[in-house]
């Protein structure tokens, strides 16, 4: 009998990526994925950080591309970044097996916005399958490369976070697959997606999605589980809610999302007194039965924002409108004590700085007691915001503007914006700080390219941030530990807000949490602790 097992649904789709016959998975660490690649190298599985998700789905597309199995995961949001080579994948396909493992974050614990997955799986022409749990995670990633390899297709397993941090009892599979043999074999009309060669593999992908659909209908990974006469359809964790809220209800529980089994959902509203669609985010399976002709009603507006729990589907199911109770207040987040990017923000502050800011943890330096954060949108976007605001604001008030980015956000997409300043310099010129703590903080101490470390910790060439901004051919590059060397800073910032050439100050010092594990990096490295 197969070893039962305690896991998350990150360590789940971990071992079944390794179970599956995965050769490598790429990826840029984001809250609920991250460790999903953390896990899958911890267990033996060949695993990268790339700078950033494009990069990963790349360099994963590459690998199956030489007919084996390659993983790539990431957050919602990174698939916005990844989305360019997601949508041509779906067109010239893969020979071997791509699965891209995608967490949404419902209720925004660690997130921008409430981005639904499912919708891009539609607009790439993907297929999506949705675990509910560890267990069906672990199967479902399985079987994701199972149809990756079966139809060459991409295929997005997408999870969320209760599914991706909930631990529960999985028994893995005695059927392990072994990688199979890389081999590359030229396919130009394939995979070189001129206007040509793209129209017909569009014709082919529309080919093979049908095909799916018709397979999803009869052999998918979709459950009946008969009761009254109250119908739920439902799938990923919002099914769990939805079951433990109306334990006697018949339920459809969609294992895929997309190409949807549309005739076994409707056979099975069809004979229901009462029907219901249960699902977090987007009221994607409603608007998809509707336009079938399924009689679902629409959700309230409230329950499409937010995580589901049972109390709440019980609302739902007893159509109540009222307001809900507002969750207890949390302490509020805030900088780490001592974080030595807390004294770069205090001179923002002092001298009134607009600051167009980044992604990372400093960017709790927006709310009190600092304040000193004035946007924040996406990856890179502080250097553009910063820019912007720059060539339109009264000269007085663009000596005010930084841009302030991390360090791992600069290597994920940080050099394109210093391209864009050195190409389009404003005239009163421009500041860019990165608060380089030399791990990326945010998402529990990981390595990027300018640690000079990769995901197992292991010495690799160092990209070094002033040397690569130098390169672009910013004229004044400077570096500061931002707490020995502070005044220093200050009047640096200072000349730099005053002058009209383009600064990057540079302010590096370890992250409190991670110092101890970098000094004891780069002592196993035989490059004793310096930086």
């Known amino acids: ?8 649904g990150n360590e789940a789709v971990a071992l079944g990526a390794l179970d599956a016959g995965c050769a490598r998975g790429t990826g840029y660490p984001g809250t609920p994925s991250t460790e999903i690649l953390e896990n899958f190298d911890a267990i033996g599985g060949n695993a990268e950080w790339a700078p950033n998700e494009k990069v990963a789905a790349e360099v994963a597309l590459g690998v199956a591309f030489a007919g084996v199995y390659a993983l790539t995961t990431m957050k919602h949001v990174g698939l916005n970044v990844a989305a360019d080579v997601l949508f041509t994948a779906a067109y010239s396909g893969v020979s071997g097996a791509l699965v891209f493992a995608v967490a949404d974050d419902p209720g925004l614990a660690s997130s921008q916005n409430e981005q639904d997955t499912r919708r891009l799986g539609i607009a790439a022409g993907v297929p999506v399958i949705e675990p509910s749990d560890a267990q069906e995670a672990y199967d479902f990633t399985r079987l994701a490369f199972t149809l990756s390899a079966r139809w060459h297709i991409p295929v997005i397993l997408r999870l969320t976070t209760r599914v991706c941090h909930t631990t529960a009892i999985v028994t893995p599979s005695d059927h392990k697959v072994a990688p199979p043999p890389a081999h590359f ?3 130009i009309p394939g995979r070189v997606m001129i206007p040509g060669h793209a129209r017909i593999k569009h014709r082919e992908l529309r080919a093979k999605l049908n095909e799916i ?3 999803c209908e009869t052999d998918g990974p979709n459950r009946i589980i008969p009761g009254s006469s109250t119908g739920i359809v439902s799938s990923g964790v919002a099914y769990l809610h939805a079951r433990e809220a109306a334990p006697a209800a018949s339920f459809l529980k969609l294992g895929m999302s997309h190409p949807l089994p549309m005739r076994l959902i409707l056979s099975f509203l069809k004979d229901k007194t009462e029907r219901f669609v249960i699902e977090e985010n987007d009221p994607y399976l409603v608007e998809q039965i509707r336009a079938a002709g399924g009689d679902v009603p629409w959700n309230p507006e409230p329950y499409r924002m937010g ?6 589907v019980r609302r739902i199911l007893a159509r109540d409108l009222t ?14 004590t001592g974080c030595p990017h807390g004294y770069v923000f205090e001179i923002f502050k ?4 607009i600051v167009a800011g980044d992604i990372g943890c400093y960017t709790l330096a927006a709310l009190p007691p600092l304040s000193a954060m004035d946007s924040q949108i996406c990856m890179g976007a502080s250097i553009g915001v910063g820019l912007g605001l720059r060539h339109v604001l009264p000269e007085s008030e663009a000596r005010r503007v930084v841009s302030v980015i991390g360090d791992s956000t600069f290597m994920h997409s940080g050099l394109t914006g210093i391209a864009e300043m050195v190409y389009n310099p404003p005239p009163t010129g421009h500041v860019v700080v990165v608060l380089d703590n030399l791990t990326t903080a945010m998402t529990g101490q990981q390595e990027h390219p300018a ?3 990769r995901l197992n910790h292991e010495p690799t060439t160092r990209v070094r941030i002033e040397d690569v901004v130098t390169a672009l051919g910013v004229p004044n590059v400077l570096v500061f530990d931002p707490v020995r060397q502070i005044a220093e800073f200050e009047t640096a910032l200072l000349k730099a807000l005053k002058s009209p050439e383009l600064t990057v100050l540079v302010a590096r010092q370890p992250c409190l949490l991670a110092a ?4 004891a990096y780069e002592q196993a490295a035989g490059k004793g602790g310096g930086q």
């Open 350 to 353: 002092k001298h009134d700085a």
């Open 451 to 453: 640690t000079g470390r």
């Open 185 to 187: 074999v030229r396919d």
């Open 516 to 519: 101890g594990r970098i000094r």
């Open 323 to 336: 307001p809900e109770l507002p969750p207890p207040r949390g302490k509020p987040p805030r900088l780490c």
């Open 213 to 215: 659909r018709e397979w």
């Open 1 to 8: 009998m197969a070893e039962r097992r305690l896991m998350s």
């Open 307 to 312: 995580e589901l729990t049972v109390d709440r």
